[in-house]
């Protein structure tokens, strides 16, 4: 090897673990500061669940009350807002989240359409 190649190789070596250690820190970082900024807004999407490939459901917090919300391209419908039986089960955890009643909610979506 020549003279160029090997001194290319040795900066290729030490750039390329230099600028993946600063993506990582900056995400890190950048992660933290953006929940801090999220954690006073009075709307927050606690999550999404795409439903089909332009559809999706979100349960949103507005202030103090959660919503279930279908999102299409061209609209965006309030289906249901969760009493606190529900919410409790948001928050206790994921797998009990999913027993919430979505026949009511899905029969909603349909009568929109």
Avoid at 88 to 110: F, H, P, V, Y
């Amino acid at each position: 090897m020549d003279y160029n190649t090997t001194s290319s190789l040795l900066k290729l070596f030490v750039a390329l673990p230099l600028v993946i250690l600063l993506a990582y820190i900056s995400l890190k970082f950048g992660n933290k500061y953006l929940r801090k900024i999220n954690n006073g807004k009075v709307l927050n999407v606690i999550e999404t669940v795409p439903v089909f490939n332009k559809a999706a459901l979100s349960i949103v917090k507005i202030g103090k009350e959660y919503h279930v919300i279908g999102v299409t391209e061209a609209n965006i419908v309030d289906i249901k807002i969760l009493d606190e039986s529900e919410i409790a089960l948001l928050n206790k955890n994921e797998e009990q989240a999913s027993r919430l009643d979505w026949k009511s909610i899905k029969g909603k979506l349909t009568q929109h359409d």
